[in-house]
């Protein structure tokens, strides 16, 4: 709980707009990709990049893709950090399939496309935490 609170407090710590320090702290994260053009999200924001995207490409995915193959391995702390990986993907998902809904309800134009892969990633991860807590 206190990583998912840190990682919150980092985008909204970055979503103020100073210019001067945003390619530090992308340095301190760690490497993102380089698209060549801002996204939406980075403009609708008035920022140089998206803090969401930079801190998922720099830490969650990353993280989680390591341990998802400490898994394959069937390394010991894979499988314990597995479910920890997991709940992050849950809780990550579970905003972002509100988020239309909210959209609409503010008579904004919801991304309705993200619901169908999101929904499935989010759905199959509260598949496997019941799973794990049904084997307990």
């Known amino acids: ?9 980092a985008i909204y ?18 490497l993102t990709f380089w698209s060549g053009r801002i996204s939406k999200g980075a403009l609708d924001l008035a920022l140089p990049s998206n803090p969401v995207h930079v801190l ?5 995915l990353p993280a989680v ?4 193959r400490l898994v394959m391995l069937l390394r010991p702390t894979g499988l314990m950090l597995a479910p920890a990986a997991v709940v992050v993907l849950v809780m990550t998902g579970l905003p972002i ?28 991860g509260v598949g496997v935490l019941v799973a794990l807590l049904r084997r307990r």
Do not use: K, Q
């Not at 709980?1 to 407090?9: E, I, K, P, S, W």
């Open 1 to 9: 709980m206190l990583t998912f609170t840190a990682y919150n407090y």
């Open 13 to 30: 710590t970055m979503s103020i707009h100073v210019a001067p320090l945003f390619l530090a702290w992308v340095a301190v994260l760690g």
């Open 56 to 60: 998922d490409l720099a830490i969650v």
């Open 65 to 68: 893709m390591g341990v998802g």
């Open 97 to 124: 399939l509100v988020t239309p809904f909210v959209t609409a309800a503010r008579r904004g134009e919801p991304a309705w496309a993200v619901m169908g892969p999101v929904g499935v990633i989010t759905a199959v």
